[in-house]
């Protein structure tokens, strides 16, 4: 068995003007909880420090900086130094999204995942799939999404990762490269995302190629985004509802395609009393069945236990891709 206890860590409302220093002690006590409950990994949210930014127009950038960390390792930064310090304390692994200001002042949407065992960042990933627009919407009622003003598509493509420490019986030998023939073997191989990256199914793929176990992921979605996605008129309880749906539908059905855990994690809640977003923070496995998933639209921990050799049925039998896929078959998906 390839055993660990995981989380989502899901964060309820955050305000505009919500202090940086109170949003990291919500996220220090959700750790100290999986600490508790022994879990190994923990998963925050897309944008985990602050509002979700690219609903509002900034005109001035220093105002737009304000929601951004500065500099190339966000685990050494006034505020998220704590949480580094308590996941080493605790041993726990965590994934953090945050608004990302390279020191050469490019945007971008990332997260990271800190190993508590190395003490430091083992992988970062910058989000590909932007959704929105540059301009806001002409409506004064639309809510807009302003993320391709404010950020550029991830360059660090979806490279996947060993994290050491995991698993007890990971050994050395079999932990060498990410790739679909040493899924199973040595150290868990993981993957992250970052919220409309889950809807498509490239970008699991790609994970999948290198034999990734694990895909985790946090996100911001309104529940009721028609300006954005054009969807016909409903109640704000049916568009609450169909945003959830294909939120666990893009979940479960990418998680049985590409034989792999996945593990959502939700900003979620009333924002500045006018903005809902959808909870369902999620855990599924390779069969496409959900473990564990929110309850409440606050936060909380959601917890399972996984065994990462639940992945070799799809791997090895039901999928097999280096056996059943057709590549000859395929060239469109990347020429246009
Ligand atoms: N953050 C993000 O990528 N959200 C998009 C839609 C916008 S809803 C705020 C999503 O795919 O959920």
């Known amino acids: 068995a390839r055993t660990v206890k995981v989380a989502a860590a899901q964060v309820g409302a955050v305000h505009l003007d919500a202090d940086r220093k109170e949003t990291v002690d919500r996220l220090v006590?959700?750790?100290r909880e999986a600490a508790a409950q022994k879990v190994q990994l923990v998963v925050f949210p897309e944008c985990t420090l602050t509002t979700f930014f690219p609903r509002y127009l900034f005109e001035s950038q220093e105002e737009l900086d304000m929601y951004f960390e500065h500099g190339e390792d966000v685990t050494t930064s006034e505020h998220v130094k704590s949480l580094a310090e308590e996941a080493r304390k605790h041993n726990i692994d965590f994934v953090l999204g945050y608004a990302e200001r390279t020191t050469e002042g490019t945007g971008y949407n990332t997260c990271i995942y800190y190993s508590a065992t190395e003490g430091k960042v083992v992988s970062k990933y910058r989000k590909v799939h932007l959704p929105g627009t540059k301009e806001p919407f002409e409506d004064p009622d639309a809510i807009n999404?302003?993320?391709k003003r404010y950020f550029e598509p991830g360059n660090l493509g979806f490279q996947a990762f060993r994290v050491p420490g995991l698993v007890s019986n990971a050994l050395k030998k079999d932990s060498a490269g990410a790739d679909e023939n040493n899924a199973g073997k040595g150290d868990p191989i993981l993957g992250m995302l970052i919220c409309n990256d889950r809807r498509w199914p490239e970008a699991w793929r790609v994970y999948s190629l290198q034999g990734v176990e694990l895909i985790v992921f946090g996100f911001n979605t309104g529940s009721n985004m028609a300006h954005l996605w054009g969807s016909k008129p409903m109640s704000s309880e049916q568009a609450e509802a169909e945003a959830l749906f294909h939120s666990r539908l893009v979940q479960q059905a990418n998680s049985y395609m590409n034989a792999c855990f996945s593990i959502s994690s939700a900003r979620c809640g009333f924002d500045d009393g006018k903005f809902d977003l959808i909870a369902g923070s999620a855990i599924c496995n390779p069969e496409g069945h959900l473990l564990?998933?929110?309850?409440?639209?606050?936060?909380e921990?959601?917890?399972?236990?996984i065994d990462l050799s639940e992945c070799r049925q799809g791997k090895e039998k039901t999928f097999d891709f280096a056996r059943h896929r057709r590549i000859e078959t395929y060239g469109l998906v990347v020429t246009q």
């Open 301 to 305: 921990l959601v917890v399972a236990e």
């Open 145 to 147: 999404q302003l993320e």
């Open 292 to 299: 564990a998933e929110a309850k409440t639209k606050g936060d």
């Open 29 to 31: 006590a959700l750790l």
